[in-house]
Structures are given as C-alpha cells and as structure tokens.
C-alpha cells in the first residue's frame, strides 16, 4: 500500500484492498461507504506523475449540470483538478503529484464533497440493490469491471445477459473497411500535417531539431490514425488493423516530405512548391540518413505497425467481470480513524 493511501485509509476509515479497481493501479484501492455513498480511492498515472483520484457512486441525481457545476468551486483545492460526471458516478482527480500531498487535507476535501454532493445527489439505500426497479437485499460491495457497486445475483445476471446481447451484436455488424480507410487516412495526413508545421517551427536555424520530439510525434499520427479508422469502420477486426497501419505510413510520409521541404525552403530562401515537393520526395531517403536518422527511421516504422495494436485496443470491452470485496464498510464525514490533528 502506498504510503499516502495507507494514510488516506486512516483518516476516512475505509478499508484497503489489492485489487486495481477502476484505477489500474498496482497500489490497490480504498473502498466503502461514507455518508451513504460508494467512495473508491486510489492512484492513477505513473511515476512523478502519479495523482489521487476518488470515484463517488450515488443512486440519482435531479440535475446532472447543476450537480457538476457545484463542483467548481473545489477546484482551487486541486489546483484546476478535473470533475466528470458519467451517469451515478462523480470521478475527482487531484492532478497535483501525490509526494507530500497531505492525507488529511485530502480526507477534509473529500468530505466537503460529499456534504455538496448531499444537497443534489441521493445516497444509496442501505443494504439494498442499486437495479433500476430492484429492491431486494445486498449484503456486500461487488466491482463490476473494477467499479464499486451495491447489485444482487439475479441483477448481475441481466447485467451479464445485456453485456453478450450487445457483444453478438457488435459480431454481427459489417466492417466498413473503405469508410475507415478514408476517415483513417484523412486523420492521419492531418496529424502529419500538424506534425510536420510544429517540427518546423521547433527547429533552430542550423536546421537542427530536438529528437525527443522527432521520435514522439509519428506516435501521435499513429494514433489519430487508429482513432479515426475506429470512428469509420464499425467492427474492428485484424483485417481491418491494415487500414491503420496504411493510413500511418501516407501520415508520416506527409510529414516527412513537408517538415523537408518546409527547413529547406527556409535554409536556401525558397517557396515552397510543388517542384521542391517533388524532390524532397524523390531524395527523401538520402534526407533522413542523418546523425539520428536510424534512430527516428526505426520509431516511425515501429510506430506505424504500432498503430495496428491501438486500434485492436480500441475494441469495446463487453464482458462484465464481478468481483465482489466483501460487507461494505460505513464511514461519516468528519469522522477521523487516526489520532493526528491539525496540517
């Protein structure tokens, strides 16, 4: 357990568990109820960039915007933090890096959102099934798919039921693979046309620029290119992940025979036209042959076969997977487990 969640667990008194839970962190989650809410903690991002984040799961709200727009005052705490609201659940995430985040102020903010988040939003009734319509008795917390939630048997099993409904579904549907080519292709040459203006603008005027960024860039083609082929083709299947890897490489080229074109313009006071398109393109090999031409020549190729497994990760997940962690544990606000007072 990392030492701030072991800390944050301390204060509000929930209870640690080694499992991911919606975070996808090695450091496991808090979870339990406070103030007649799901409240799961935990750790998102990685390294220096690791944050706080709290998952609060109510019953219903009356008004989604307004209960959102609450929410906005709270974010001088997390010094412009973000607050989404997807259906039952509000997600906060504290952006600041966790080393020497105080677990106490967390716990103190986490209650003043919850006591905002009373006035618009319905807590939970105790011990009962959170099923649209269902009132029978539920003894314990169950992740569905690493989110906390209070459901019976006979509801996990519609859950179940609608999840496959919709994956055979998705089996069914055609892959329209000319419509994901285009909208492939033309998010791809926007990327490399994007890529290539911003290479030139960060590029000293010895025509030098910096490799981090050269070796940075072709992965952002590649995943806009996996994202528009998703957007345009319906079902993902491995035939379609060629169309990825197509789209990747014409975006690249792009940026390639751009960003040379653009550097030689300014080097040798030219326009940039067609004519010096055209041999940027026919010597663009002998261009990129350079002191760590090798280097970005391997990440663009490993970034346009790169491609082909973003898309295959973009498929919709339909299995439910219940895990369940046990008798919830009931905490309150402004209850302190710990016996530190004061910052």
């Known amino acids: 357990m990392a030492p701030l969640i072991k800390e944050i667990s301390e204060q509000t008194g929930l209870p640690w568990f080694n499992n991911p839970g919606p975070f996808k962190s090695t450091k496991g989650l808090l979870s339990g109820v406070r103030d007649g809410y799901l409240v799961s903690i935990g750790v998102v991002g990685q ?171 072709p992965f952002g083609i590649a995943m806009a290119a996996a994202f528009m082929v998703k957007r345009g083709i319906g079902k993902i299947s491995r035939v379609s992940t060629l169309t990825a890897i197509i789209a990747t490489f014409l975006g690249i080229l792009l940026s390639n025979v751009l960003y040379n074109g653009l550097v030689i313009a300014h080097l040798k006071h030219l326009h940039l036209s067609s004519q010096l398109i055209s041999w940027v393109l026919n010597h663009l090999w002998e261009l990129k042959w350079y002191e760590f031409g090798k280097l970005i020549l391997f990440v663009e190729i490993l970034s346009i076969f790169g491609s082909a497994h973003m898309l295959w990760e973009m498929r919709p997940k339909f299995p439910a997977a219940f895990i369940s962690i046990g008798a919830p544990v009931t905490t309150h606000s402004g209850m302190v487990s710990s016996a530190k007072v004061g910052f």
């Open 47 to 217: 390294g220096m960039k690791e944050c706080i984040c709290a998952v609060i799961r109510f019953r219903r709200t009356a008004d989604e915007k307004a209960l959102l727009a609450s929410m906005d005052r709270f974010k001088s705490f997390t010094g412009g933090g973000n607050f989404q609201l997807q259906g039952q659940t509000l997600v906060c995430t504290l952006p600041k890096p966790i080393q020497g985040t105080n677990g106490q102020k967390i716990t103190e903010k986490l209650d003043q959102i919850l006591r905002e988040l009373a006035l618009r939003a319905q807590p939970f009734d105790p011990g009962k099934c959170e099923g649209e319509g269902c009132r029978n008795e539920v003894s314990e917390i169950t992740l569905i798919n690493g989110n906390a939630n209070f459901i019976c048997g006979g509801c996990k099993i519609r859950i179940a039921g609608k999840q496959e409904e919709k994956r055979r579904r998705y089996l069914t549907t055609p892959s329209n693979y000319l419509k994901g080519f285009l909208f492939g292709t033309g998010g791809a040459l926007a990327a490399g046309a994007a890529s290539a203006v911003l290479s030139y603008w960060m590029t000293d005027d010895k025509g030098m620029m910096s490799v981090k960024l050269a070796c940075i860039l």
